[in-house]
């Protein structure tokens, strides 16, 4: 038996809701058919964002969405994605496919996405092939009021009034596809870059600088050395790029959908990595931030496999298992249990690629079992992290349970548990150590480790009731026992 201990007077940080959010990039049907079809389709949409995706996404109580990249944020400027849209330059999307990319999509249909779903906009600013003035001129477009050459442009394009930009990466992946600059070069840049991302509105804007691309074999943690060291003082947050690649390297990346038993525990090993990579990282960030002011901002992260059969290479098209269930419930946990360093998280990405919540095709949409990993631990948006611990056995190198738990506003304690096996259920024993608390819902998401919805069978793969959950208080603590099936993420709230 698992045995779990949680300390309700033990109260950490704040989890913050943004640890929740999503990426969306300009990348295969993400964007266009995926979050926009066009004001003229005949798939229901308000000013061309589809419904069903929008609806989808605001039960998920979605707080923050980045965009437009990634690579593709490099590339992009801003000024060819506003105004009339037969007047919009069309471009080649380089990174992602090599198609015709007609900027139908951008700021403004952006924002529209952001105030429909509900969420807070992280935009990318493009240092890599981008200008000070143009950066300077977007933040000025969308923030300020007043009566700026940029205020009456922005109103003569359909929005007199000036928007609240809550997060903006200065920079992506600048070691990479946006620029292969070292650390010490875009460290120069960033200081200088951020420093014309001017506050015109009443909140300042949260600056996110590009931090370091990660694997097994390099964390690289020189990269936020140097830009601790030499940027620091002109950052709000850091980012940190993780995925996990089962297969032996990214020409052989390994099926989404079929794999054996050794790829699966291979995958979530692979995963459980960004557990070291947060504690590495964050440790160097605190030689020079002990206060932890600077959030590490994991703003991509997830599974990525070969593309399905048939589909463009580019697209990064891949369906979605219990195996992403696993990895996104594993994952969460960890950025939990390091909310005091981890502000913001985005899954990549939201729509049709690599670890999707959502997929469609056409008028169809799926739910992806991680979109209800999403679903079943939103409880934790905005909880204060409760201190907990776990002894249980191991399977295949791992621990077989890895959990997380917090305490809402209303004093509910919420719990989610994953069970890592194959093979055995988990029965579970969590002690509530000083309280005399009732479970008031129980969820699982359990199923074949291949187990996937699709648009024909639909949700076959959806939480349902956990039974068998009993609670006695022994005059002190209060003592749940249940049991996990095989392959399972659960959600336990007690109050």
């Not at 330059?89 to 951008?106: A, H, L, M, Q, Y």
């Not at 990214?250 to 692979?270: C, I, N, P």
């Not at 049709?352 to 079943?376: C, E, I, R, S, W």
């Amino acid at each position: 038996m698992a045995q779990q201990v949680i300390f309700p007077a033990e109260r950490g940080a704040v989890i913050r809701p943004e640890v929740y959010g999503n990426f969306s990039e300009h990348l295969g049907r993400c964007i266009y058919e995926g979050l926009y079809v066009g004001e003229d389709s005949p798939i229901p949409n308000v000013n061309g964002l589809r419904t069903d995706v929008v609806e989808a996404l605001r039960n998920l109580s979605l707080p923050v969405l980045r965009w437009p990249g990634g690579c593709f944020a490099d590339e992009y400027h801003w000024k060819e994605g506003i105004g009339p849209k037969k007047g919009r330059k069309r471009i080649v999307n380089t990174n992602w496919g090599g198609v015709v990319e007609d900027n139908s999509f951008g700021t403004h249909e952006f924002m529209e996405l952001c105030r429909q779903v509900g969420c807070k906009p992280y935009i990318n600013g493009n240092v890599g092939s981008g200008t000070v003035q143009e950066m300077a001129e977007w933040i000025e477009y969308m923030t300020a009021g007043g009566d700026s050459t940029m205020a009456q442009m922005r109103a003569a394009n359909g929005h007199a009034e000036p928007w609240q930009v809550d997060y903006f990466g200065v920079g992506n992946e600048n070691w990479g596809c946006g620029g292969n600059m070292r650390p010490e070069y875009y460290a120069d840049l960033f200081r200088r870059y951020q420093s014309y991302v001017k506050r015109y509105g009443e909140k300042p804007v949260y600056k996110i600088a590009c931090g370091a691309g990660t694997s097994l074999e390099n964390p690289n943690y020189e990269w936020t050395e140097v830009l601790m060291k030499n940027a620091a003082p002109y950052m709000d947050g850091l980012s940190l790029h993780y995925y996990t690649v089962p297969g032996p390297d990214w020409q052989h990346k390994g099926s989404a959908t079929d794999f054996d038993r050794q790829e699966y525990y291979v995958t979530l090993q692979k995963a459980l990595f960004i557990q070291t990579l947060v504690e590495g990282h964050g440790a160097v960030m605190d030689k020079y931030d002990p206060e932890k002011r600077i959030g590490l901002i994991v703003d991509e992260w997830g599974t990525w496999y070969d593309v399905e059969p048939g589909t463009n290479p580019g697209f990064l098209y891949q369906q979605n298992t219990m195996r992403d269930a696993l990895v996104a419930g594993l994952s969460l946990n960890v950025f939990n249990k390091h909310c005091d360093r981890v502000h913001m998280a985005n899954i990549a990405q939201t729509v049709n690629v690599l670890q999707a919540v959502v997929l469609t095709d056409g008028a169809k949409m799926a739910l992806t079992p991680t979109y209800h990993v999403f679903d079943l631990y939103k409880v934790h948006q905005g909880a204060r992290l409760l201190a907990s611990s776990l002894t249980c056995d191991r399977v295949e190198g791992l621990p077989a349970v890895q959990e997380s738990a917090s305490i809402s506003a209303q004093g509910a304690i919420s719990t989610t548990v994953c069970n890592l096996s194959l093979d055995s259920a988990a029965p579970m024993r969590t002690v509530l150590t000083g309280v005399n608390v009732r479970p008031t819902q129980a969820l699982v998401l359990t199923g074949d480790m291949r187990a996937y919805n699709d648009f024909e069978a639909g949700s076959s793969v959806a939480p349902q009731p956990l039974a068998g959950v009993e609670a006695v208080y022994d005059g002190r603590d209060t003592v749940l026992t249940y049991t996990l099936p095989p392959c399972s993420v659960a959600r336990i709230t007690v109050q």
